[in-house]
């Protein structure tokens, strides 16, 4: 039995599961070209169907999520999705600015109304049928219980503590739960109030960074402010943990004005500091408390707030914890898959789909990438290798920085080894120039590392559990600092993939460096410019290489060079 997830907020998207399986998942942004595009994800339906051949009717189950009032009132005025797009990404700017982002938080601490539930299963309905389904039952699940699922049947673990944490979801922003066999308690909620992942949405904002998007700007900000001592933080007194829950002394609304209030006379580096002081002390404790009153060492969690993994290093680091998972699409576009999955246990009791690899995409043959060179308008040299891994490997040893596109696309936020620019770790000039010139990032970003698993008790100091997903940071070695000065941040951490043998071909790629350099590590960074989505299709690798004048590409079999 086949379940199709489906979710149409921020980052929209579907998945298919079937037994302990996630057979397909993908992100409409892929397609339509929009970073974390809104609204009902055709193309993305689309896709999973295609990928797995099967018709729109071959579908019985659907499974939705999120159905409070905010939500409910952007399905009946889907206008209202779009015009909130166009704000957040600073490509409008709407009248009575200040009015609109006032209803916007009044609006999210709303829960669900007794009308919501019937307008969502029409909205859905409509739309599915125009596509040509039929006698489909829709489901929906909670959207934090779609969270905790991507987190616990993912993971591996048997019993383990989940923990979710977001911006906002059918009026909550966090809750802690324990994980038993398939079967999720629900200990605690923290209310959408009292959310601290709107509370760094809002610094995001008025840092002039786009809210759910740049969050991870403001956390690498802030490792470039004087340390501000904890007495002098003006933040920190917004929340406190009271137990199992996160709880604030503002409304969602209050607290934006303060904070406008605190920033006037606040240099940005040090706000920055303070926001992700605020959300590090609060989100550790309560993460304490958890495994203190639960007794459980095992630890999986998702939602936006799993993203900043500054944070998930402190939680990491934490003596009761043992073994940990986070979800590697943690943000609401790994919601689709959260509620297939649910109800895939609820209707057939599977709930063991350890996660091994992302590679959850499409795939694009090889007459398919022939084809978009043949069409390619400016002069291109390529030539097809069957040793393109190890080729590329040694291209990269000798200061070289390449487009990687292969195989399935990834799901999720991070390119792991499939739609990724590859570079040298220990170069500082071609760091600078995919900044510069290609990927158009600000100086403060760094970039991150893929290495050989078995290589990284040499590079960090703190392992405790492998990271293949990037999902962690991790403190280096001082000594071998200089030899990956291109992957490090200003404090000498790191967001590293630790490569096993999920992704064979990208293995012989590194391991070729390796042979080369003596280190079995690289850059890796998402194939896309800046603000915009991870390319999808060989066409948009294509677009995307002429666009940003770079030399050199591996696309499938075939190495590029654009004259």
Known sequence: MYILGIWDGHDCGAAIVEDDEIKVAVNEERFTRRKLEVGFPENSIKCCLDFLELKPTDISHIAITTTDFAK??????????????????RMEKPRFEHFRRNI???????????????????????NLKKMGFEDFDIHIVEHHLAHAVTASYCSGFKKALIITMDGVGDGLSATVNVYNDGEIERLSETLAKDSIGIFFEQVTNLLGFRELEDEGKVMALSDYAYTVPDEENKLLNLFTVNGLRIQSNQTTASRYKLLNKILWNTPREEFSYMAQRTLEKNVVQLFQNAI????????????????????NMKIKDLPDLKRWFIFPHMGDGGLAIGAALYVNHELNGSNNCKLDDVFLGPEYPEDEIEKSLKNVKEKVKFEERDDIARFVGDFISNKNFVLWYQGRMEIGPRALGNRSILAPAFSLE??????????????????????????AEKFFVDIKGYDKFMTMGYRTRPEVRERVKAVINIDGSARPQMLEDENPRYRRLIEQVKKNTGDGIILNTSFNLHGEPIVCTPKDALETMVKTRTKYMALGNFFIELK
């Open 292 to 311: 203190e009153e639960t007794g459980l060492s095992d630890v999986c969690w998702a939602g936006g707030v799993a993203s900043n993994i500054k944070a």
């Open 430 to 455: 071609i760091k600078d120039e995919l900044n510069l010139h290609i990927k158009k990032r600000n100086w403060f970003q760094p970039f991150c590392p893929s290495l050989l698993k078995e290589e």
């Open 72 to 89: 409910t009132l952007t399905r009946i005025f889907p206008s209202m999705k779009e015009s909130y797009y166009l704000f957040r990404r």
């Open 104 to 126: 916007k938080y009044r609006t999210t601490e709303l829960n669900e109304k007794p009308l919501c539930r019937r307008i969502t299963k029409w909205y859905f309905k409509k």
